[in-house]
């Protein structure tokens, strides 16, 4: 027997799942709203102040100002409250150097500097590998004194210093001192970071590593198929900093075999603990003892890379605890062709725990110079040569 539905109920059913779909639309509209008013007033309180700070200097600045220097440093210092120093605005010309580096065409002379304001001495931070810098005998903590023949002061470094760093001149006088030692020498401007150096040391290979970009992987790998008859291998990572993740995780899939389980290398994951990129390696390895050099300076990249070989017990480390950088930036196009390399996640290793702010203890601990002997390459290429 057919039984027929009232009209009355029929109405009040949908009166009813016009309610609920009204409560339920209502309850993820709220969600978003709370999300996007949670901050509202901090956001206006930022605005209004940097309003009234503006309102101020176009009335009461005695001098002119840059309205374009002043928002790219406002950007910048935006980005620096964040407090994360491996997020930063660039400028298109910042930009394009940054990409320059990456693939290993170099401005200046092969050195990065800073100018301590309380001794008002500039020190040298970092040489690049095999640089006009480095070929010219400079290395770091070297005190530069004079740049092209002119002084450096707290007023003019930032000046001198974009001679070392992005001079696009034939040459650069840099005057310095090392000790009781006092030099001056010409270098010139201009060269081709290299990502792979290799040679034979001793009846072992011998790898430097100066980046990760997308040409590592496959030098890395002609590297060692280059090697005969050798004992081991090591793979230099002493103060290399220059790289994207992506790019180490294929360059260590070069030595490497599948990763069990869930076949990731590494993870990269976001605040709330979203995957924002899984890295895999596949199931090739190399099987010949290898040795991999770190220090305090080995960071992001080049620690995923380290971290790797050990986890899937292909290398043991030696040198000191490096950086303890595990984050992965992303690239944001802005207006005007500036971006913003913003951290947007971290990166957990396919065994260990993660190194983020700590660093990666090595096996061996062993002082970096001594003497003007380098103790841990000898202690790897010795560990290679006893194994």
């Not at 109920?9 to 309610?19: C, D, E, L, N, Q």
């Not at 294929?250 to 869930?262: L, R």
């Not at 090739?284 to 620690?303: F, N």
């Given at each position: 027997?057919?039984?027929?539905?009232?009209?009355g109920?029929?109405?009040?059913?949908?009166?009813?799942?016009?309610?609920?779909?009204?409560?339920?639309?209502?309850?993820?509209?709220?969600?978003?709203?709370?999300?996007?008013?949670?901050?509202?007033?901090?956001?206006?309180?930022?605005?209004?102040?940097?309003?009234?700070?503006?309102?101020?200097?176009h009335?009461?600045?005695?001098?002119?100002?840059?309205?374009?220097?002043?928002?790219?440093?406002?950007?910048?210092?935006?980005?620096?409250?964040?407090?994360?120093?491996?997020?930063?605005?660039?400028?298109?010309?910042?930009?394009?150097?940054?990409?320059?580096?990456?693939?290993?065409?170099?401005?200046?002379?092969?050195?990065?500097?800073?100018?301590?304001?309380d001794?008002?001495?500039?020190?040298?931070?970092?040489?690049?590998?095999?640089?006009?810098?480095?070929?010219?005998?400079?290395?770091?903590?070297?005190?530069?004194?004079?740049?092209?023949?002119?002084?450096?002061?707290?007023?003019?470094?930032?000046?001198?210093?974009?001679?070392?760093?992005?001079?696009?001149?034939?040459?650069?006088k840099?005057?310095?001192?090392?000790?009781?030692?006092?030099?001056?020498?010409?270098?010139?401007?201009?060269?081709?970071?290299?990502t792979?150096?290799?040679?034979i040391?001793?009846?072992?290979?011998y790898?430097?590593?100066?980046?990760?970009?997308?040409?590592?992987?496959?030098?890395?790998?002609s590297?060692?198929?280059?090697?005969?008859?050798?004992?081991?291998?090591?793979?230099?990572?002493?103060?290399?900093d220059?790289?994207?993740?992506?790019?180490?995780?294929?360059?260590?899939?070069?030595?490497?075999p599948?990763?069990?389980?869930?076949?990731?290398?590494?993870?990269?994951?976001?605040?709330?603990?979203?995957v924002?990129?899984?890295?895999?390696?596949?199931?090739?390895?190399v099987?010949?003892?290898?040795?991999?050099?770190?220090?305090?300076?080995?960071?992001?990249?080049?620690?995923?890379?380290?971290?790797?070989?050990?986890?899937?017990?292909?290398?043991?480390?030696?040198?000191?605890?490096?950086?303890?950088?595990?984050?992965?930036?992303?690239?944001?196009?802005?207006?005007?062709?500036?971006?913003?390399?913003?951290?947007?996640?971290?990166?957990?290793?396919?065994?260990?725990?993660?190194?983020?702010?700590?660093?990666?203890?090595?096996?061996y601990?062993?002082?970096?110079?001594?003497?003007?002997t380098?103790?841990?390459?000898?202690?790897?290429i010795s560990?290679?040569?006893?194994?």
């Amino acid at each position: 027997m057919n039984k027929k539905v009232s009209l009355g109920v029929t109405i009040a059913i949908a009166v009813v799942s016009v309610a609920a779909t009204f409560a339920i639309t209502m309850a993820v509209s709220q969600k978003i709203y709370n999300g996007i008013v949670e901050d509202l007033p901090q956001r206006i309180e930022r605005y209004d102040n940097l309003a009234e700070i503006d309102d101020i200097i176009h009335k009461e600045y005695y001098g002119k100002h840059d309205s374009d220097v002043i928002n790219k440093n406002i950007q910048k210092g935006y980005i620096k409250g964040l407090g994360d120093g491996y997020s930063k605005y660039l400028t298109s010309d910042e930009y394009k150097k940054y990409c320059d580096v990456l693939n290993g065409d170099m401005t200046g002379i092969g050195v990065e500097a800073s100018y301590n304001s309380d001794e008002q001495q500039a020190y040298i931070t970092k040489i690049y590998h095999k640089s006009p810098a480095e070929l010219n005998g400079l290395k770091t903590d070297d005190i530069i004194l004079a740049v092209d023949e002119e002084a450096i002061t707290s007023g003019n470094y930032t000046k001198l210093f974009e001679k070392l760093t992005e001079g696009r001149e034939k040459s650069v006088k840099v005057t310095y001192k090392r000790g009781d030692f006092e030099n001056t020498v010409t270098v010139p401007v201009g060269f081709k970071l290299e990502t792979v150096d290799y040679e034979i040391k001793d009846t072992v290979g011998y790898i430097r590593i100066n980046m990760f970009n997308e040409f590592t992987q496959e030098q890395l790998k002609s590297a060692i198929e280059s090697f005969s008859e050798v004992k081991g291998i090591v793979i230099d990572l002493r103060g290399t900093d220059t790289g994207e993740i992506r790019y180490a995780a294929k360059t260590a899939d070069v030595i490497v075999p599948a990763a069990d389980g869930t076949g990731a290398l590494a993870t990269a994951k976001k605040a709330n603990g979203n995957v924002v990129e899984t890295f895999t390696s596949d199931s090739s390895d190399v099987s010949i003892p290898i040795i991999v050099l770190v220090d305090r300076k080995t960071s992001g990249a080049a620690e995923l890379f380290a971290c790797s070989l050990r986890d899937f017990s292909k290398a043991q480390l030696v040198g000191k605890r490096t950086k303890g950088n595990a984050t992965m930036q992303k690239v944001f196009k802005l207006d005007k062709g500036n971006v913003l390399l913003l951290t947007v996640a971290l990166v957990e290793p396919y065994k260990s725990e993660s190194y983020s702010g700590n660093g990666i203890i090595p096996d061996y601990d062993v002082t970096e110079l001594k003497n003007d002997t380098d103790e841990q390459l000898e202690k790897a290429i010795s560990l290679l040569k006893n194994n």
